[in-house]
């Protein structure tokens, strides 16, 4: 079975327009697919208005219980639903879900190591036949950043990990690519200049451009992802804008390209 992992983030969430637009491309989408988002500008902004203030370490979130139930209700409730709702008015029949929905997602407790990030989880397993199932049904799983520890506990789970830990697992079956849609064009080599995209990328690439500070803050959690999902037998990652995940789709080059099987060409 061929499977893409779409995921999306408050560049999309955020505005009611963009998201309508998005969700009529993604409903356009070929094949079998999954879509994975968070939504933490939104749980801040919520967060605040009922005295919640964010804590953000290196662009982690720190999660409290009063910010557990912050994020719960944003990501697994308000945006998740949101999502639900508007692809069932595209004819796309979609089921919401956490980590602990069909136990989709188990994670543990992230251990203090010089930071104490409270309730956030760090992956440990995906439920394959539970896609499986899904997909074969013609179910599609819009899945949200809450996973859980099969002893009760809900944890507050990076998004873009996710997305990546999905992919990963489901490519041991399935031929998976990894779509990640963001603010910016795809990799830049200057951020304040969209037409300098890095159209492909390796590793040494990475990690060079990585050390000149040319890439940096969120964008390397992401491609930390990106290049872990590939040596985990994922056939190929994409980062961009979310209005070209079809050009994406039909192998037009647009936003940044991460393929397997390229590696050696660089």
């Given at each position: ?6 995921k ?30 968070g ?21 982690r ?19 998740n ?19 602990a929905?069909?136990?989709?997602i188990?994670?543990?407790k992230?251990p ?6 409270g309730f956030?989880?760090?992956?440990k397993e995906?439920?394959?036949k ?13 899945v949200?950043?809450i ?12 998004a ?10 489901l ?6 690519n990894l779509?990640?849609?963001?603010n ?23 990690q060079?451009?990585?050390k ?5 803050s ?37 936003g940044t ?6 590696y050696?060409?660089?």
């Amino acid at each position: 079975m061929k499977i893409s992992i779409i995921k999306i983030g408050g560049n999309v969430i955020d505005f009611p327009e963009k998201l309508d637009e998005f969700l009529k491309l993604f409903s356009k989408f070929p094949g079998h697919k999954i879509l994975v988002h968070g939504g933490g500008i939104m749980a801040s902004r919520f967060g605040e208005s009922l005295g919640v203030m964010p804590e953000m370490v290196d662009g982690r979130r720190i999660t409290d219980k009063d910010t557990l139930d912050v994020v719960t209700m944003v990501y697994a409730g308000l945006i998740n639903k949101q999502i639900v709702a508007k692809l069932q008015a595209l004819k796309v029949n979609s089921i919401g879900m956490t980590g602990a929905d069909g136990n989709l997602i188990r994670s543990i407790k992230r251990p203090v190591k010089g930071i104490d990030y409270g309730f956030v989880g760090d992956i440990k397993e995906v439920n394959n036949k539970l896609i499986d199932h899904l997909l074969k049904g013609d179910l599609l799983p819009v899945v949200n950043a809450i996973t859980h520890d099969q002893k009760g506990q809900l944890l507050n789970t990076n998004a873009d990990s996710i997305a990546s830990a999905l992919a990963t697992s489901l490519a041991k079956e399935h031929q998976v690519n990894l779509y990640f849609c963001f603010n910016k064009s795809g990799v830049l080599i200057d951020e304040k200049n969209e037409n300098s995209i890095i159209p492909l990328i390796n590793e040494d690439i990475y990690q060079e451009l990585k050390k000149e500070n040319v890439i940096h803050s969120g964008m390397i959690p992401k491609l930390d992802n990106a290049f872990e999902a590939l040596m985990k037998g994922v056939n190929h990652v994409w980062i961009g804008k979310a209005e070209n995940l079809l050009l994406a789709a039909k192998g037009k080059l647009s936003g940044t390209t991460i393929e397997r099987h390229r590696y050696d060409l660089y």
